[in-house]
């Protein structure tokens, strides 16, 4: 997902109700409750919701946001790409072209040999430290699926696995929880190494149920939908499973949000 412009301040004469408790860095991480209420939004100028947990850019979201956020008590999720190259980041010319693969679809992206950890992890680790230097709660590891894509590159489900668990570790090591970001396919083994879920469309593609290892082990999962249409249908749907569902536009620009809850 593009993330091009996501604010460095919270909106002046912006006012929220305290959420459940006061965000705070706790020794080890972070653990996130069954049922969650949140906002997602990674561009344009950030909307304060009534939320527990707010989702914005680790890049563009400045320290001083995390805690007017944290100030009104809410936890914070640090955005961050570990399975595609960004053109448009500080870092991207860190990346050897070796590493990058096709595009992605969105622009300026392309998809990363995930299986070149030696190369890779010291690279997504100053990204990690970022988010808690910024002392983020949580961190949202975007495209971590590459093997389920046309990446250009021969990744295997075993390689994803490995690398992805690698992300969680590196994560919790930091003091951050870690949200799987879809790859409803690699739930049941993601899950112990997982704090929740941030899937999109899991409706509209009928994977909801995939992610049953979740709800069991009482971690959140939360859905993001895109089609206004399904709206009523998609709510009930994940209100049923113990999901915590909410429409967005696809951009994540703030122009939309309809929570279920």
């Given at each position: 997902?593009?993330?091009?412009?996501?604010?460095?301040?919270?909106?002046?004469?912006?006012?929220?109700?305290?959420?459940?408790?006061?965000?705070?860095?706790?020794?080890?991480?972070?653990?996130?409750?069954?049922?969650?209420?949140?906002y997602w939004q990674l561009q344009g100028r950030l909307r304060i919701e009534p939320v527990q947990v707010t989702d914005v850019d680790g890049f563009d979201t400045s320290a001083a946001t995390v805690a007017r956020l944290h100030?009104?008590?809410?936890h914070v999720v640090c955005y961050i790409d570990v399975g595609t190259w960004e053109n448009w980041r500080p870092d991207a010319r860190r990346f050897p072209r070796s590493l990058l693969g096709r595009r992605n679809g969105w622009p300026g992206e392309r998809w990363l040999d995930i299986?070149?950890?030696?190369?890779?992890?010291?690279i997504m680790r100053v990204r990690l430290r970022m988010c808690a230097r910024k002392r983020f709660d949580a961190v949202e590891p975007?495209?971590?699926?590459?093997?389920?894509?046309?990446?250009?590159?021969?990744?295997?489900?075993?390689?994803?696995?490995?690398?992805?668990?690698?992300?969680?570790?590196?994560?919790?090591?930091?003091?951050?929880?870690?949200?799987?970001?879809?790859?409803?396919?690699?739930?049941?083994?993601?899950?112990?190494?997982?704090d929740g879920v941030l899937d999109e469309q899991c409706?509209?593609?009928?994977e909801c149920g995939s992610f049953a290892p979740y709800l069991r082990a009482g971690k959140p999962v939360l859905n993001a939908e895109y089609s206004a249409a399904l709206y009523t249908r998609f709510c009930?749907?994940?209100?049923?499973?113990?999901?915590?569902?909410?429409?967005?536009?696809?951009?994540?620009?703030?122009?939309?949000?309809r929570p279920c809850w």
């Amino acid at each position: 997902m593009q993330a091009v412009t996501a604010v460095a301040s919270v909106a002046a004469g912006a006012t929220l109700a305290p959420a459940h408790g006061a965000a705070r860095m706790l020794p080890g991480h972070w653990v996130p409750p069954a049922h969650l209420t949140w906002y997602w939004q990674l561009q344009g100028r950030l909307r304060i919701e009534p939320v527990q947990v707010t989702d914005v850019d680790g890049f563009d979201t400045s320290a001083a946001t995390v805690a007017r956020l944290h100030a009104i008590g809410q936890h914070v999720v640090c955005y961050i790409d570990v399975g595609t190259w960004e053109n448009w980041r500080p870092d991207a010319r860190r990346f050897p072209r070796s590493l990058l693969g096709r595009r992605n679809g969105w622009p300026g992206e392309r998809w990363l040999d995930i299986r070149r950890l030696r190369v890779l992890e010291p690279i997504m680790r100053v990204r990690l430290r970022m988010c808690a230097r910024k002392r983020f709660d949580a961190v949202e590891p975007d495209n971590i699926d590459g093997y389920a894509n046309s990446s250009g590159f021969p990744i295997g489900a075993r390689a994803q696995l490995r690398y992805d668990e690698w992300v969680a570790r590196a994560a919790h090591g930091l003091g951050l929880a870690v949200l799987q970001k879809n790859d409803p396919a690699q739930a049941r083994a993601l899950e112990p190494y997982f704090d929740g879920v941030l899937d999109e469309q899991c409706n509209q593609y009928s994977e909801c149920g995939s992610f049953a290892p979740y709800l069991r082990a009482g971690k959140p999962v939360l859905n993001a939908e895109y089609s206004a249409a399904l709206y009523t249908r998609f709510c009930a749907a994940d209100a049923h499973l113990g999901i915590s569902g909410a429409l967005y536009a696809l951009a994540l620009n703030g122009s939309r949000f309809r929570p279920c809850w």
